[in-house]
């Protein structure tokens, strides 16, 4: 008997308990997007700029006057939203890519997948790369910044105030595509069963 070379990347797809692990995600990705809304008040006021608004800040200028809205607004918030990055949002893309992945390799059904599939099932990998990528440019551009007095001061590069901004772009293209694939693996795996 020949035995078939398989991807580790195959292997991942196929996984035996692939829904388990999507649902458990899911609870994990819920929970943690109640936190983020939870904890954003250590941060910010309810009417200041919000995360996504800094996330895509393309300019150094609107990075800055978020960060001395937020220094304004709220005592400790850059250190607040630092120590968030730090315990919650490197985990957060691992938990919504596997989430994704995982549903859709799931909604699929194929223990064999095409290259399509394959690529559909990396898109959340792909958005939690860049995830990261921006929430290390965020943590470096904050680095000194522990008070109103040293958001008033800080200077941003403009480059790594426009890469990080470009990475959350790609993050968020890449996510909603996933999303996209899981949703349209949901109606081909509905249409087949019942049509």
């Not at 901004?165 to 996933?178: C, H, M, N």
Request: proline fraction near 3%; hydrophobic fraction near 55%.
């Amino acid at each position: 008997m020949i035995k078939e070379d398989v991807s580790l990347l195959e292997q991942l797809y196929g996984f035996r308990y692939r829904g388990r692990a999507a649902l458990l995600c899911l609870v994990l990705f819920l929970i943690f997007t109640g936190l983020f809304q939870y904890l954003s008040t250590s941060y910010r006021a309810a009417a200041d700029p919000t995360l996504v608004d800094l996330q895509l800040s393309f300019s150094a200028r609107q990075f800055h006057e978020i960060i001395m809205v937020w220094s304004k607004s709220v005592g400790g918030a850059i250190d607040n939203y630092k120590l968030m990055t730090l315990s919650l949002d490197y985990f957060y893309p691992i938990i919504y890519s596997v989430m994704l992945a995982f549903a859709y390799s799931s909604a699929r059904g194929n223990d064999k997948p095409n290259k399509l599939d394959m690529a559909l099932f990396v898109l959340p990998f792909v958005a939690a790369f860049f995830d990261f990528f921006e929430n290390t440019f965020h943590l470096v551009l904050l680095r000194n910044v522990h008070n109103l007095v040293h958001a008033i001061i800080a200077g941003y590069s403009p480059l790594a105030v426009g890469l990080s901004a470009a990475a959350a772009t790609l993050k968020f293209l890449f996510f909603y595509a996933g999303i996209l694939a899981v949703s349209g693996a949901v109606v081909y795996r509905v249409k087949k069963r019942f049509c």
